[in-house]
T-cell receptor, first 111, second 117 residues
Framework: GEDVEQSLFLSVREGDSSVINCTYT??????LYWYKQEPGAGLQLLTYIFSNMDMKQDQRLTVLLNKKDKHLSLRIADTQTGDSAIYFCAEIFSGTYKYIFGTGTRLKVLA | GAVVSQHPSWVICKSGTSVKIECRSLDFQATTMFWYRQFPKQSLMLMATSNEGSKATYEQGVEKDKFLINHASLTLSTLTVTSAHPEDSSFYIC?????????????FGPGTRLTVT
């Protein structure tokens, strides 16, 4: 099937690290993305990783990719209250170039 | 660069009426635009893909006669929800592909919240 799975909720304390996990479906996906959605708003691209990479770091964000297990994770260091949002992973289906979004993880940061 | 706008940002309409949502790429030419629907606390579901000057390709289960998509220019696509019903109430998001991003990246609009009463 085309289900991209994420855990539904994550709650962390301000200053701690957050790790959001994603299991995708298409082993031939070329790019994998992380998007952030704040309440009532559209999607903000946070970062992406090319399929031939294992890790990508961008300031407070670290993306890890395990192609063998089709597992993608997003680590947010020093999580702030402004990071509270829903986070979606997305993969591009090879051939069609269509995005398939994950189920979304709602991150709540406690002060 | 790579800004996509949507208009309106929210709309309330009566059951049985039609409503049009516009999606514009402001600073690049969008060869392909996508329309998504997002129900509360759910993920984005792709409704259709439209290429400029050709008919849209609808995903399975999406009624093409109900959700009319027009991609008449490289910067504008419209989604018309015809004979809207309360179950059509949702958050509609468009995205556009083109410009420097190539085929692998889409730029998303801010979304349009439709409420059908």
């Amino acid at each position: 099937g085309e289900d991209v799975e994420q855990s539904l909720f994550l709650s962390v304390r301000e200053g701690d690290s957050s790790v959001i996990n994603c299991t995708y479906t298409d082993s031939s996906s070329t790019y994998l993305y992380w998007y952030k959605q704040e309440p009532g708003a559209g999607l903000q691209l946070l970062t992406y990783i090319f399929s031939n990479m294992d890790m990508k770091q961008d300031q407070r964000l670290t993306v890890l990719l395990n192609k063998k297990d089709k597992h993608l994770s997003l680590r947010i260091a020093d999580t702030q209250t402004g990071d509270s949002a829903i986070y979606f992973c997305a993969e591009i289906f090879s051939g069609t170039y269509k995005y398939i979004f994950g189920t979304g993880t709602r991150l709540k940061v406690l002060a | 660069g790579a800004v996509v706008s949507q208009h309106p940002s929210w709309v309330i309409c009566k059951s049985g009426t039609s409503v049009k949502i516009e999606c514009r790429s402001l600073d690049f030419q969008a060869t392909t635009m996508f329309w998504y629907r997002q129900f509360p606390k759910q993920s984005l579901m792709l409704m259709a893909t439209s290429n400029e000057g050709s008919k849209a390709t609808y995903e399975q289960g999406v009624e093409k006669d109900k959700f009319l998509i027009n991609h008449a220019s490289l910067t504008l696509s419209t989604l018309t929800v015809t004979s809207a019903h309360p179950e059509d109430s949702s958050f509609y998001i468009c995205s556009a592909r083109g410009g420097l991003a190539g085929r692998y990246e889409q730029y998303f609009g801010p979304g349009t919240r439709l409420t059908v009463t």
